[in-house]
């Protein structure tokens, strides 16, 4: 059965998981990981997959493993990729996906993290390039800007966000306000996260750059 984007997100176990998942990411501090966040990579990685020249079905493939990636921080937010991997295993399973299917959400789930993370196929490749690429300001909740850690200032400098896909470039293209995140501030945080990407760009046959206040910095 050819499971589809709207069965998933119409999906009463997953759209709990998502919640429920997020809740525990703002109880330890972490940015916005909610139905904005997966909604986001889910579309950004099937947009990637069909400008370059990618079948509808892979297309839709990235979508679902975007919508699905993030369900294991319900379990814990360490591992949190194998976990995701194996609880969409049992959510797809049940809702009688093909088994190549499923196989291929799977494990782009499970390479996506930055720890364990490689773009073994191009669904893994598009989920990586999404999730790694959603920075923006409304993704921190965090309000009192004196309690900042470097992650929300990273997240909360960003007041434009990009992302430009061609056959010859993926580009990130960032407006970030640098009295409050210095370049070098963008850099240790992302720096393992743009290497990802520029790695997953290889693998779709591509390039991938990153452009911050107009100053191409990969």
Not at 32 to 48: C, M, Q, R
Not at 68 to 79: E, P
Not at 158 to 170: C, L, P, W, Y
């Amino acid at each position: 059965m050819k499971i589809t984007l709207e069965q998933v997100k119409n999906d009463k176990a997953v759209r709990s998981y998502i919640q429920k998942a997020d809740e525990s990411l703002i109880a330890l501090g972490y940015t916005e990981h909610s139905f904005a966040h997966v909604g986001k990579v889910a579309d950004t990685a099937s947009h990637i997959l069909k400008t370059l020249g990618y079948s509808e079905r892979e297309a839709e493939l990235a979508a679902i493993a975007g919508y699905l990636h993030d369900i294991g921080n319900v379990i814990n937010r360490i591992d949190h990729a194998q976990s995701g991997a194996v609880m969409a295993f049992r959510i797809l399973d049940r809702m009688e996906a093909d088994p190549e299917d499923v196989a291929t959400v799977i494990t782009a789930i499970g390479n996506h993290d930055e720890s364990t993370a490689f773009p073994v196929n191009a669904v893994a490749a598009a989920l990586i390039l999404a999730d790694k690429t959603d920075v923006r300001r409304s993704r921190v909740r965090n309000q009192d800007l004196s309690n900042f850690d470097i992650h929300d200032r990273v997240n909360y400098s960003v007041t434009d966000a990009k992302i430009q896909v061609s056959k010859e470039e993926i580009c990130l293209d960032l407006q970030i306000e640098t009295k409050l995140c210095t370049v070098m501030d963008y850099f240790e945080i992302f720096l393992n996260r743009m290497l990802l990407c520029k790695r997953s760009a290889e693998k779709l046959g591509t390039k991938f750059a990153l452009i911050i206040n107009g100053q191409k910095m990969i």
